[in-house]
């Protein structure tokens, strides 16, 4: 059975960056697409960006200038970093992985996420 | 973008009632429409891929039908579990876009 789990600070200061680590268990980081989707309280779901196993990304437009996505198939994970975050980035980030090797392929698996507070 | 749309954005039913979510977007989309439910405090489930494929280990009372632009989340009999929000999505192409979702709340 396919785990992912998110770790990283819940809490961060505005304008510093944001960094998150998704660890993938049960499974392999290869030949699959992964991605990071966050939900700040009480709202809807945003996707933030995927990369494939090789190191191929692509980002939301709305985040891009700001987001870097990367990935450690040594380690099994992969990572997200938001630079000058605002309270406006206060989220549950989640990472995901997409089925069936595609990047079109849908969310199969997600990790449970975790909070991230942007407040001094 | 692709804007995705949900209506209603809430809903109150009954255990045993048959519910139906609509979802529409911008532009056609074909059949890359997916289905989630979340629960309060989890992260989505997968329902329905492909606008009307059931994921592997979702029960049969679920069920999704449309194409192009205009798609539909059928549930034919509420459990008490349904009882959570629902969101629909595109992965057409990128940015992969989400609508708004529907609460799914008790009558």
């Known amino acids: 059975q396919v785990q992912l789990q998110e770790s990283g600070p819940g809490l961060v200061k505005p304008s510093e960056t944001l960094s998150l680590t998704c660890n993938v268990s049960g499974g392999s980081t290869r030949s699959y697409y992964w991605s990071w989707v966050r939900q700040p309280p009480g709202k809807g779901l945003e996707w933030i960006g995927y990369?494939?196993?090789?190191?191929?990304?692509n980002y939301n437009p709305s985040l891009k200038s700001r987001v870097t996505i990367s990935v450690d198939t040594s380690r099994n994970q992969f990572s997200l970093t938001l630079s000058s975050v605002t309270a406006a980035d206060t989220a549950v980030y989640y990472c995901?992985?997409?089925?069936?090797?595609?990047?079109?392929?849908?969310?199969?698996?997600w990790g449970q996420g975790t909070l991230v507070t942007v407040s001094s | 973008d692709i804007q995705m749309t949900q209506s209603p954005s809430s809903l109150s039913a009954s255990v045993g009632d048959r519910v139906t979510i609509s979802c529409r977007a911008s532009q056609s989309i074909s059949d890359y429409l997916n289905w989630y439910r979340q629960k309060p405090g989890k992260a989505p489930n997968l329902l329905i891929h492909a606008a009307s494929s059931l994921q592997s280990g979702v029960p049969s009372r679920f069920s999704g039908s449309g194409s192009g632009t205009d798609f539909t989340l059928t549930i034919s009999s509420l459990q008490p579990e349904d009882f959570a929000t629902y969101y629909c999505?595109?992965?057409?192409?990128?940015?992969?876009?989400f609508g708004g979702g529907t609460k799914v709340e008790i009558k």
């Open positions: 999505q595109q992965n057409y192409s990128p940015p992969y876009t």
């Open positions: 990369i494939y196993y090789s190191g191929s990304t």
């Open positions: 995901a992985r997409h089925a069936a090797f595609l990047q079109t392929g849908p969310f199969d698996y």
